[in-house]
């Protein structure tokens, strides 16, 4: 398999620090509640975490929907749940990629059920050619082609986490 840089690194902080600005001015003064979704949102939660301003905090949860393949299973499962109660809180769910919306969906729902002030979504990356589910995502770094990416936290069977641009991982013949 090769790997084909799709956004680098240079574009990925830029859009990173224009998104932390866009939030600042977006919420009402009080505590954001970041809650990261493991593990491939990792990465793009301590940048982003780094671009916003105002008094955050940080919480993680872990669902999985995936596997080890490359297509949805359909079934979303709570692995990690939240430490702390977010009633009466802003939460903004930070995720790496937005695919089928399976994940997500449920996941806003869940956390509405907890009654916060208010849930959105920060992803980094959109494939919006590929949505099943309706997701509301409030900011979005980059629509890509429906394409399997890896880097910059996301992976192929919990590969190519650990690289700075977000690749295309392309089979070779
Ligand atoms: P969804 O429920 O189909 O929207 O799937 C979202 C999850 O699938 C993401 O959080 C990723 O973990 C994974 N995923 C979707 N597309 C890709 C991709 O292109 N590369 C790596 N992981 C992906
Ligand atoms: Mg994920």
New binding site residues.
């Given amino acids: 398999m090769a790997l084909r840089v799709l956004i680098p690194e240079e574009k990925i902080q830029a859009r990173i620090r224009e998104m932390g600005a866009q939030i600042d001015r977006d919420y009402p003064d009080g505590t954001l509640h970041l809650v990261c ?1 493991l593990k ?1 949102a990792c990465i793009f939660l301590s940048d982003l975490a780094r671009a916003i301003q105002r008094d955050a905090t940080i919480e993680f949860m872990g669902i999985s ?2 596997g080890r393949g490359k297509t ?1 299973s359909g079934e979303v499962k709570v692995t990690k749940d939240l430490d702390t109660s977010v009633e009466g809180a802003d939460v903004l769910i930070v ?10 969906n449920y996941l806003t729902h869940l956390l509405q059920q907890r009654r916060p002030r208010s849930v959105r979504i920060a992803a980094l990356l959109d ?1 919006p050619d590929r949505r099943l589910r309706p997701v509301d995502v409030a900011y979005v770094g980059f629509q890509i082609p429906d394409e ?3 880097g910059y936290g ?3 069977a919990e590969k190519y986490r650990n690289l700075r641009d977000v690749c295309v991982l392309e089979q070779t013949p």
Avoid: A, R
Wanted: aromatic residues 14%; proline residues 0%.
């Fill in positions: 979704i491939g929907s995936y949805t995720e790496d990629i937005v695919d089928s919306g399976v994940t997500l494939k399997f990416v890896v996301l992976d192929y």
